[in-house]
């Protein structure tokens, strides 16, 4: 498909990518992970729910978007940055490797949380991971497709 890291992708343009790769890894019996971030607990952090507020909210998740980005292999893909919940498709990535990969990027945001809130508060980002065709995660990558492509923004 030739997209790369840092890219962000329209949700229902992500939606299609998820089907892409799932069929993908279903046809030649490979893997891929989908990692999902919820960002609600940092969000509360900034708190403000004004205007000006909600701004800065979207700032942020794009800055947040944007770490999440700058973490991940050329052939991964990211959604888009402008939700409570940042997922990240992982094509040929066991389960294993999309946990190795969900710490690394858990780290870099919560460092990212740190200065940028200039606390020593701990930040942790939870993440949901499901991987095929490890069955281990509490919902399949199928299961996301649906809620990418019906949370257009």
């Known amino acids: 498909m030739g997209e790369g890291r840092n890219n962000t992708h329209l949700e229902d ?26 960002l609600a607990t940092i969000l509360d952090a900034i708190g403000d729910l004004s205007s000006a507020g909600e701004n800065h909210r979207k700032s942020f998740i794009r800055s947040l978007n944007s770490v999440i980005g700058n973490s991940v292999r050329e052939v991964d893909s990211v959604s888009n940055g402008n939700r409570m919940k940042i997922g990240v498709l992982c094509p040929e990535t066991s389960r294993q490797g999309a946990e190795a990969a969900a710490k690394r990027i858990q ?15 701990e930040y942790f980002i939870p993440v949901e991971i499901s991987s095929f065709p490890d069955a281990a995660g509490n919902r399949s990558i199928a299961s996301y497709t649906k809620e990418y492509a019906d949370s257009i923004e």
Not at 26 to 31: A, K, L, N, T, V
Not at 109 to 120: G, P, V
């Open 107 to 121: 780290s870099a945001l919560s460092n990212y949380c740190l200065d940028h809130f200039k606390n020593s508060n």
């Open 13 to 38: 343009s992500f939606a299609k990518r998820i089907e892409y790769e799932l069929k993908r890894a279903e046809r030649y019996r490979i893997f891929v992970s989908f990692l999902v971030f919820d």
